[in-house]
């Protein structure tokens, strides 16, 4: 069964979140880690800096005695060089250690101690080192072999090892916490990798299946849309032989109406002259008031047959017309068109100045806004196009005023707008496709005309690949506006029959 696009969307929408949240907590988890790596580097860091602090003090101190004894021993000064480095040193060295023990109230009662053993043990090197250099070198020994000093480094080094061992401990448990940290940050980085990798292959997986299942859908679409060009150009076919067939049957038809109407004109014109004679001789007789027949007789050849003739003058007068507009339209059909680059500019002024006369004699101004866009059409047929709605436009004037006529034209991407403005009649909105039909037209019927003219501008415009409507509001005017292709490509045509 098909995975439809939303089923797929899905899926990896729910992936994505997945992933999404398994690596916030893998950045949840990385930074508890790294704060608590912080928090323990910075206690191994003041633990370590302890233990050195301790370690110095005690070797200062011990300094401090050797070159004592060294000067005791000798009485040369030089010994008293390491010892004053010494003591100079270990203020700053308890200083340090009151910083690194501040907030520990055990680390601080030890450093206090060691400060009060610091200082007794100063005063007894300073105490000897000062009777040695009062030349009382025994009274020096004598304190020296009391033992106090040893005893005062004695306590030292057990307050050192009671705040080193404490320390140390701490350290270890610090670093073992650390390490197991580290551990922990390693396997929570090892498995949010193996889950966005499965997370990945997943998203591949379902994109590689419904890539599949869109390859075989756009086959299934190649092979639907090459059936269908098949078929369509099969209809297309089909359409193109039953147009050739509606053609050569209008033709047929036309051109057969023709030979009838022609016998129908011709014996009206026979009936004409023999109701001449007729007409003649009634007239030389002298009129028989007591004749009904011959009252009769005359009032039908003077009256009667003369409007029966006219009437039938009249109606094939009109399918006269209409004949040959079907004929034309037929033969319009079955012409080849000609591509040929045109002017449009020289086309339209010689259209315009084949109607100048008789606009002017309407009182109609006809403006070309020009230069108007070239192209490459029929020039034929748009001399018809554009020469049915200009003698449009002169028919359905409006005599309340002067009339205006606009021809103009513009280019919009590969296609050229034509508009043909007028300021007549107008049409109404009902009436804007109805006027494009054959034999139907708009508006009161007081002018000449078959309803042809727009339906054969249509089909004209339609065969140059292009269309034609209007915007028009009654009593303002109307705008016809063509579209046509800047370059009209023909493919090979087959004419309906031969005119």
Not at 5 to 29: D, E, N, P
Not at 93 to 115: F, K, N, P, W, Y
Not at 299 to 313: H, K, L, Q, S
Not at 379 to 404: T, W
Request: charged letters at 25%; aromatic letters at 4%; a negative charge.
């Amino acid at each position: 069964m098909p995975t439809s696009g939303s089923t797929v969307t899905r899926r990896a929408l729910l992936m994505l979140l997945a992933a999404a949240f398994v690596l916030l907590a893998i950045i949840m988890m990385s930074g508890w880690l790294a704060d608590s790596t912080q928090q323990y580097s910075r206690s191994v860091s003041r633990i370590t800096a302890l233990r050195v602090a301790a370690g110095t003090l005690l070797s200062q101190l011990q300094d401090a005695e050797i070159g004592q004894r060294g000067y005791l021993l000798t009485e040369d000064r030089q010994y008293l060089k390491p010892y004053e480095a010494a003591v100079a040193a270990v203020d700053a060295t308890i200083a340090r250690l009151h910083e690194l023990a501040d907030g520990d109230a055990g680390e601080l009662h030890i450093v206090d101690r060691l400060v009060g053993l610091a200082a007794a043990k100063r005063e007894e090197l300073a105490e000897t080192i000062a009777l040695m250099g009062a030349g009382r070198r025994d009274d020096s020994l004598a304190i020296v072999r009391t033992g106090r000093g040893m005893r005062l480094m004695d306590d030292a080094r057990r307050s050192l090892d009671e705040l080193i061992t404490p320390a140390d401990a701490q350290l270890d448990t610090q670093l073992r916490a650390l390490t197991g940290q580290a551990r922990t940050s390693g396997w929570v980085a090892i498995l949010g990798g193996l889950f966005i990798l499965l997370v990945v292959g997943g998203a591949v997986w379902i994109a590689v299946g419904y890539t599949r299942a869109l390859m075989q859908a756009q086959h299934a679409i190649q092979a639907l849309n090459d059936s269908l060009e098949q078929r369509v150009s099969e209809r297309t076919m089909e359409l193109q032989r039953a147009n050739d067939e509606i053609q050569r049957f209008a033709y047929i038809v036309s051109h057969d109406l023709r030979a009838p109407l022609v016998n129908v004109m011709g014996f009206t014109s026979e009936f004409e002259a023999g109701l001449a004679s007729v007409a003649a001789d009634l007239n030389r007789r002298p009129a028989d008031g007591d004749d009904a027949t011959a009252a009769e007789a005359r009032r039908a050849v003077t009256e009667d047959m003369p409007e029966a003739i006219g009437f039938i003058r009249t109606s094939t007068t009109k399918m006269d017309r209409l004949i040959n507009a079907i004929l034309a339209l037929s033969r319009q059909g079955s012409r080849t068109l000609n591509p040929e680059p045109i002017s449009m500019q020289a086309l339209v002024e010689n259209v315009v100045a084949s109607n100048r006369h008789r606009a002017g004699e309407l009182r109609c101004a006809i403006d070309i806004a020009g230069p108007l866009p070239s192209l490459v059409s029929d020039r034929l047929a748009l001399e018809q196009v554009f020469g049915n709605l200009l003698d449009n436009a002169i028919k359905y004037l409006d005599p309340a005023r002067p009339g205006r006529i606009a021809i103009r034209g513009r280019t919009e991407a590969d296609w050229l707008i034509f508009e043909v403005a007028d300021n007549g009649r107008g049409i109404a909105a009902q009436d804007h496709e109805r006027i494009f039909e054959l034999f139907r037209r708009s508006g009161v019927q007081d002018r000449p005309g078959e309803g042809i003219g727009l339906a054969y501008v249509r089909t004209l415009v339609r065969r140059l690949q292009g269309d034609v409507t209007v915007d028009s509001v009654p009593g303002q005017g109307s705008i016809f506006r063509i579209s046509l292709p800047k370059i009209l490509a023909l493919s090979p045509e087959k004419p309906a029959h031969e005119s």
